[in-house]
């Protein structure tokens, strides 16, 4: 059974940092391309940073470069969206996303989201 859970959400200042984290499980993890996404109310699931294989490629946002940071460790089947210098605009949920393309099959999975909270 395919499952991946985040943690690491919650309420912070503006200017301040978190630490998203996303447990793969049920799936071959070093395969995947790994990737956060977030979404706000009435508004669609925008890519916020991914982590490809092979080749181990980042991309981020434009609106998010320079401030956040996407990382994994294979041996963890773990995947980490580093968030520093929070605005009000990062307020979403934070989704984790795998995707992979196996013998002509595309597999695509999500977590269930977790809150980031950007307010004074």
């Known amino acids: 059974q395919v499952q991946l859970v985040e943690s690491g959400g919650g309420l912070v200042q503006p200017g301040g940092s978190l630490r998203l984290s996303c447990a793969a499980s049920?799936?071959?993890?070093?395969?995947?391309?790994m990737s956060w996404y977030r979404q706000t109310p009435g508004k669609e699931r925008d890519l916020v940073a991914d982590?490809?294989?092979?080749?181990?490629?980042?991309n981020y946002a434009d609106s998010v470069k320079g401030r956040f940071t996407i990382s994994r460790d294979n041996a963890k089947n773990t995947v980490y969206l580093q968030m520093n210098s929070l605005k009000p605009e990062d307020t979403a949920v934070y989704y984790c996303?795998?995707?992979?393309?196996?013998?002509?099959?595309?597999?695509?999975?999500w977590g269930q989201g977790t809150q980031v909270t950007v307010s004074s």
């Open positions: 049920g799936f071959t993890f070093s395969t995947y391309t």
């Open positions: 982590f490809s294989v092979p080749g181990g490629r980042t």
């Open positions: 996303n795998a995707k992979s393309r196996i013998y002509g099959l595309f597999y695509n999975y």
